[in-house]
């Protein structure tokens, strides 16, 4: 028998976290193969649809190194950059990073329902924030998005509305809707990972908030915001962890 080697053990290690990470979160059955497991889970996970094809060639890389199906019978040495990527790959599946410890570093800025909508512009204005949750009794009533504000007053302006009287008499609650839920933006929990805030914004084009609560219950208050100008980073943060 031959002597196991360090980067055969740590492939196989790695293999087989993904492996039973994947059955354990989407309820496989043992009795279907790994190369089946990521096939299936393609459909669900951005993350292994961006792998898929390396995933498929170490389920027979893996085959490979081993001797009759016996982990601890190695018979092939990966190369030492192989290891490296399947390793990486098993730590973003096994343990992903959470959008709101890696992404959501300050604080979020939320306006009132009868903030009048000049308050709500300068406050983007100021804070650089285009996308602001607005409360009503201390639930979520929607998100001041400032490109929805700009199309609604040019609208104002075009029907011949007074500008600066529309803008200092009007609420902010005039601007949002509850129908734009799940819609324009959505809530979630602070177990929300970087690939789940991604497959959102991928599923969803005109999603362009993920308001992120404690539970994910819209009568909390955020404690973070995710937005589309936040997308380039979340893949660097995947990309490097």
Do not use: W
């Amino acid at each position: 028998m031959h002597l196991i080697k360090n980067g055969a053990v740590r492939f196989i290690n790695a293999y087989n976290t993904i492996d039973h990470t994947l059955r354990t979160i989407y309820n496989f059955k043992r009795n279907i193969s790994f190369s089946d497991v990521i096939r299936r889970s393609v459909g669900q996970s951005s993350l292994i649809r961006k792998y898929e094809d390396d995933l498929i060639d170490y389920s027979r890389l893996r085959n490979a190194i081993i001797h009759g199906g016996d982990d601890q019978y190695i018979i092939a040495e990966p190369h030492e950059d192989i290891v490296e990527e399947i390793e990486k790959i098993a730590k973003l599946i096994s343990t992903p990073p959470l959008a709101l410890q890696s992404l959501c570093k300050n604080s979020v800025y939320s306006v009132d329902f009868n903030s009048k909508i000049k308050k709500v512009i300068t406050l983007i204005s100021t804070t650089g924030y285009s996308n602001l949750p607005v409360y009503k009794d201390s639930s979520l009533l929607g998100v001041a998005n400032a490109n929805r504000i700009i199309k609604l007053l040019g609208q104002k302006l075009s029907n011949g509305v007074n500008a600066e009287e529309y803008l200092s008499n009007t609420n902010i609650e005039e601007v949002v809707s509850e129908r734009d839920y799940e819609t324009y933006y959505v809530v979630k929990d602070a177990q929300l990972t970087l690939e789940k805030a991604l497959n959102l914004f991928d599923e969803n084009r005109k999603l362009t908030a993920i308001i992120i609560t404690k539970t994910g219950n819209r009568a909390e208050k955020a404690i973070g915001i995710i937005t589309t100008a936040d997308v380039l980073d979340m893949n660097k943060i995947l990309e490097n962890y």
